[in-house]
């Protein structure tokens, strides 16, 4: 199976700063990753997301870095804004683990206007 | 953008009561999934659907779970005797090929 854990479970920051939220997972033979967005009352929405043969990845304002040696993953959000604002899970799949995900329990990120 | 789209939206039910939660993911998608959120804890992962048939199911989807794909676009939870730990958010999902899901916006189940 997976383990997959966040390292804080709230985040708060300042409007226009950076943000970095943490993840780590247990499974070696995990290959493909991806950061989702949960605004209240609504269901994950998709980020950015990531494999096993990159060691970062950037989209717009958003840039995830995988450390496959210590099993860590981040996802870093740049000129954080006030709508940037909700929890945010690491899902980590394994070439061993079927097609299911496994999810972290997430960050919940406060942006401070 | 295509969405997954979940009916209900909030569904209050009696213990021991049967729901059925309905789901109709992306069209052109092949792979369907249900995951549940318990408030407060993590999205878990209950089964995967693939050319008719389940594919992956965890230790959470008992026999009190089924799933169905009774027409060409709705992909359906269904749980009997429901029990009050069984109250979450539950959330379908679908993908077209190895890659990322698009989650629906989720039920939230209420057993009283």
């Known amino acids: 199976g997976e383990n997959v854990g966040l390292h804080l479970p709230t985040l708060s920051v300042q409007e226009g700063d950076n943000s970095i939220i943490n993840c780590a997972y247990s499974?070696?033979?995990?290959?493909?990753f991806i950061w989702y967005k949960q605004e209240s009352g609504k269901g994950p929405q998709f980020i950015i997301d990531i494999r096993s043969n990159m060691d970062k990845r950037q989209g717009q304002r958003v840039t995830v870095l995988l450390n496959k040696t210590v099993k860590h993953l981040s996802l870093q959000i740049a000129a954080t804004q006030p709508g940037d604002s909700a929890v945010y899970f690491c899902?980590?799949?394994?070439?061993?683990?079927?097609?299911?995900?496994?999810f972290g329990t997430g960050t919940s990120l406060t942006v401070i206007p | 953008e295509p969405e997954v789209t979940q009916t209900p939206s909030h569904q209050v039910t009696q213990m021991g009561q049967e729901v059925i939660l309905r789901c109709v993911p992306i069209?052109?998608?092949?792979?369907f999934y249900w995951y549940r959120q318990i408030l407060g804890q993590k999205v878990e992962f209950l089964v995967s659907f693939y050319n008719n048939e389940i594919s992956e199911k965890s230790e959470i989807f008992d026999d009190q779970f089924s799933v169905e794909r009774p027409d060409g676009s709705n992909f359906t939870l269904k749980i009997r005797s429901t029990k009050l730990e069984d109250s979450a958010m539950y959330f379908c999902a679908s993908r077209a090929d190895r890659g990322g899901y698009t989650f629906g916006s989720g039920t939230r189940l209420t057993v009283v």
């Open positions: 499974n070696s033979a995990s290959d493909y």
């Open positions: 899902a980590v799949q394994g070439s061993n683990t079927g097609n299911q995900f496994y």
């Open positions: 069209s052109n998608h092949l792979y």
